[in-house]
């Protein structure tokens, strides 16, 4: 959850370091730290609760000491309540260590009582600390860091990555990681360490992800590796492929307002080279061979959240072309319930960070059961596409809003590729149903360009709905999911009851939520293709206009069938019905941003949320 940064090198450590904070912000902002070995050989740190701007505003009234060696951290509270005495760099060794810590340290009661019993003193609520003071403990007992950092990672449970700096050896940060994301990027004379690759993208673009229960050391020109054992590693270098700038927010009010003009952008780069002669072919998919597709028996698609709902949607074009049935579960759920798989399943993860551990730990799961897996992922290096058997990149670039927009559209993509790429290999549709669908998808980002100019009317009718206690989203078939979206959308940014319902359930239970003016979003099927859905959806509406709801269609050019029955309507391009998600989740992203800026909220951080979870 937390955000990372570690630096060796030349240039001024303190803007390296906030630098990179600011670019990981969306991990966590309860609290933010920097600690510097600075030039005298002693430690210099500062922290503070709150967002990051408290710490800058703490450097610009009481500025640390320069140095080439430092970390820094911004956090999402875990152990411990958002306070300054919680923030992390902790110290220990009379100050002489400082560490900072990503994850949950499961064994730090015990760890804490055998320090306590050893002399020690603790003024923090926090595992991380606990973590410090036994580093610091073995350090007296060794006098070499890398030593007593090997030895007192072997002795945590849980998940962590760990990061320490002792000011006896300048120029040296050791690091650890165990279920928790790490990565190293490599400089000219300098050298960097973070929690993604936004922590050093500015300075370099060549990274490598550190491996599971590994610990790298970085000086000024040099990384070593090894893991927990003692033994060497080599590290597979990649090249970041996106530019700092893309984290920036480029005149945009907010990252997410940026991020969801980038929409058309994530479908077209996700699609680049996957469609060959108007056929889907994805090269990453290779290594699974086409007797294994042909062999698929069943897929369970597991995710978490916006990601789950990226795989409902999924989960019917993959039926519905390829004609393999589609199982979605939630991550943290499915290795509980004792699943059934085997070597003729299939799982598909879906995670923007790539480090969900729910996800993670659902993939460890499903292949040690016998299944194969490939995983859907924006980010380059991360765990789970390395714990997979293929990997499905998407390529919407970072995105810095917690609120996942442009990511959700990308995934969709990724998965209509899948189904497209089985469906050629599997032939369960005649080649001109795969190129037809191949241009459909293709003609995508354009229909969402056309969306996007319905923005300032959707403003319009957030600012009007500022004041509404709840909002309610119906849809059936493939807009059962985007209801589902648009519903977590309002309650992650403007903190109001909103709840999605497949439309056709409406009558058993959820209607009684209907009163007098209660907003519903109606997810409106094309009349083209989708007749007798469309027809269905048209009753709902009437059934809860006739209850007094405000009904707000999200209907395509040329429905006149709605027009009647909708206070208002937000027109969307006509395209094929499974097509329709791409363009009916847009205006509700939007609703959402909007209704939370009309309510004065930070629309990219939203309160009690982080951006990447890589704790259960």
Request: proline share 4%; net charge negative; glycine share 8%.
């Amino acid at each position: 959850m937390c955000g990372i940064v570690g630096y060796v090198g030349t240039q001024s450590t303190v803007d390296v370091l906030v630098a990179g904070l600011k670019r990981q912000e969306y991990r966590g902002y309860d609290s933010a730290g920097i600690a510097i070995i600075a030039n005298d050989g002693t430690i210099s740190s500062a922290k503070k609760a709150g967002k990051l701007q408290a710490l800058v505003d703490e450097l610009a009234a009481h500025p640390v000491r320069e140095g080439a060696t430092g970390i820094g951290h911004t956090r999402w509270a875990t152990h411990g309540a958002p306070s300054d005495v919680n923030a992390h760099p902790h110290l220990a060794d009379d100050g002489k260590l400082a560490l900072i810590h990503n994850g949950i340290i499961e064994n730090f009661s015990e760890l804490r009582a055998e320090m306590l019993a050893a002399g020690h003193d603790f003024v923090s609520e926090t595992d991380t600390e606990v973590a410090a003071v036994l580093v610091g403990h073995l350090y007296r007992e060794t006098g070499d860091l890398r030593a007593a950092f090997a030895r007192a990672v072997i002795r945590m449970h849980g998940a962590f990555t760990l990061l320490a700096m002792h000011s006896d050896e300048p120029g040296l940060i050791v690091a650890a990681r165990h279920n928790s994301p790490l990565i190293v990027g490599f400089g000219d004379g300098e050298n960097f360490l973070g929690s993604d690759v936004a922590a050093f993208v500015a300075h370099t673009h060549r990274a490598a992800a550190v491996g599971q229960d590994q610990i790298v050391a970085i000086t000024s020109d040099a990384v070593t590796v090894t893991d927990f054992a003692g033994h060497s590693v080599m590290l597979d270098e990649f090249e970041v492929a996106w530019d700092a700038s893309a984290s920036d927010k480029g005149g945009w009010s907010s990252f997410m307002a940026k991020e969801i003009t980038e929409n058309p952008d994530a479908v077209a780069n996700t699609i680049r080279g996957r469609i060959d002669a108007g056929l889907v072919t994805i090269p990453e998919l290779a290594e699974l061979g086409d007797d294994f597709l042909k062999g698929i028996s069943r897929i369970i698609v597991v995710a978490c959240g916006t990601a789950s709902y990226a795989g409902m949607v999924g989960a019917y074009a993959i039926e519905q072309w390829a004609r393999i049935p589609v199982d979605v579960q939630l991550s943290h759920e499915f290795r509980y319930r004792d699943p059934v798989v085997d070597a003729s399943t299939l799982v598909i993860s879906i995670s923007q960070s790539g480090e969900t551990m729910d996800t993670l730990m659902a993939v460890k799961y499903a292949q040690e059961h016998g299944a194969r897996a490939i995983s859907i992922c924006n980010s380059q290096g991360a765990t789970i596409p390395r714990e997979s058997d293929a990997v499905i990149y998407t390529h919407a670039g970072p995105e810095v809003a917690v609120a996942s927009t442009k990511a959700f559209v990308a995934q969709i993509t990724g998965l209509y590729l899948f189904a497209l790429h089985a469906a050629r290999v599997r032939e369960t549709l005649t080649h001109e149903d795969l190129t037809h669908n191949a241009a459909e998808l293709e003609a995508v980002p354009a229909k969402i360009e056309q969306v996007l100019t319905t923005g300032s009317t959707v403003a319009q009718l957030a600012k009007w709905m500022s004041d509404t206690p709840a909002v309610l989203f119906l849809g059936r078939n493939v807009g059962y999911p985007i209801a589902l979206e648009g519903a977590l959308k309002l309650k992650e940014l403007a903190y109001i009851h909103s709840e999605g319902f497949a439309a056709g359930e409406l009558k058993h239970g959820p209607i009684a939520l209907i009163d007098h003016g209660q907003p519903v979003f109606v997810i409106v099927p094309s009349p083209r293709k989708s007749a007798v859905i469309h027809a269905k959806v048209i009753s709902n509406i009437q059934e809860i206009r006739a209850r007094g709801a405000r009904v707000i269609a999200i209907a395509e050019q040329g429905d006149a069938a709605v027009l009647p029955f909708a206070d208002e309507v937000i027109q969307i391009p006509l395209a094929d019905p499974l097509f329709e998600p791409f363009l009916a989740v847009i205006p509700l992203q939007i609703f959402a941003m909007e209704l939370a800026h009309a309510k004065g909220l930070d629309v990219d951080q939203p309160r009690n949320l982080a951006k990447s979870v890589t704790v259960e």
